[in-house]
Nanobody
């Protein structure tokens, strides 16, 4: 089992920055990749960014150049640095862990609101 605890969400003005954290515990040895997803009201949950155990990253087009996903293995934590935030980034952000061979775990979600 994997437990994911998220933090760092909140209210920020357009153009501002936030750093989301996702601390993983449990069977972390089996995590093959981790990622951040988001879901805005009335929309489907979508991938924002992902990082594999080998360090490869993948970003959704709307956040490329603005968001950065990273991992701190010593702290068992994944981060999402969000810069140049836009109102359309407003959503509930969820941390995801993919475990080999076929299990997924989710954090509780953290609200990110970008508004003046």
């Amino acid at each position: 089992q994997v437990q994911l605890v998220e933090s760092g969400g909140g209210l920020v003005q357009p153009g501002g920055s936030l750093r989301l954290s996702c601390a993983a515990s449990g069977s972390i040895f089996s995590i093959s990749s981790m990622g951040w997803y988001r879901q805005a009201p009335g929309k489907q949950r979508e991938l924002v960014a992902a990082i594999t155990s080998g360090g490869s990253t993948n970003y959704a087009d709307p956040v490329k150049g603005r968001f950065t996903i990273s991992r701190d293995n010593a702290k068992n934590t994944v981060y999402l640095q969000m810069n140049s935030l836009k109102p359309e980034d407003t959503a509930v952000y969820y941390c995801n862990a993919a475990l080999w061979p076929a299990n997924d775990y989710w954090g509780q979600g953290t609200q990110v609101t970008v508004s003046s």
